[in-house]
């Protein structure tokens, strides 16, 4: 039997952040946490808000109205798919926080709009196995390396969903690049490197 068949995936990747994963990374990442006063945050995929209520007067987006909860309580701001650069021009961001789509494209392309339209950094609750430089994403990677603050892995793994037991298997971690930040500028060399090509 194949196990992953029998896996019921939630609908366009509807995973709520808990509560204590927001409060954790404002609390191990310092100076973004510095650089969120006076700044715009966007959420662009923000479900039912667990991340954007963090935040008073986050701008949220959300594509995907129809989680099967037509009387829910939060609406976003906007509507629009978060991989196309329409809803980023719109808003202009300085900072947005996200928990995104686990899609590798749908993700990349918010990753790599989410850094062209912040003016200060970006923060995204991601899997551990992400920053594995496959084809697709090797070159953003190494192109913003030197941007990548921090790197903060979660333990006990989370759990995303109320239908399965236990924890989420795969670990996940914030991933926060900062654009006014780099190590080389701090004389250090820097501590992420994406190896490509070496056979």
């Known amino acids: ?3 992953a068949a029998t896996r019921t995936r939630m609908a366009h ?8 994963l927001v409060t954790e990374l404002l609390d191990h990442a310092v100076d973004f946490r510095q650089v969120l006063n006076d700044s715009k945050v966007f959420e662009p995929c923000a479900g039912d808000g667990a991340i954007a209520r963090h935040f008073p007067g986050c701008i949220t987006n959300e594509p995907w109205l129809d989680w099967g909860n037509s009387d829910r309580e939060y609406i976003p701001h906007y509507s629009s798919d978060a991989t196309r650069e329409r809803v980023w021009q719109a808003v202009r961001p300085d900072v947005p926080i ?22 200060k950094g970006m923060a995204f609750l991601i899997r551990l196995g992400y920053l594995e430089p496959c084809q697709n994403r090797a070159m953003w990677l190494k192109e913003t390396s030197d941007h990548l603050r921090y790197w903060i892995p979660i333990n006990p793994r ?3 969903r109320k239908d399965v037991n236990g924890t989420d298997n795969v670990t996940h971690a914030w991933a926060v690049w900062m654009k ?3 190590w080389e500028r701090q004389g250090i060399d820097c501590p992420f490197k994406f190896i490509t090509g070496w056979k």
Do not use: C, G
């Not at 990747?13 to 204590?20: G, N």
């Open 13 to 20: 990747d509807y995973y709520p952040t808990p509560d204590r």
């Open 1 to 3: 039997m194949n196990v």
């Open 158 to 160: 989370p759990k995303f």
């Open 98 to 119: 996200t928990n995104p789509p686990y899609e590798s494209e749908a993700m990349l392309a918010i990753l790599q709009n989410a850094w062209t339209y912040s003016s």
């Open 180 to 182: 006014h930040f780099s």
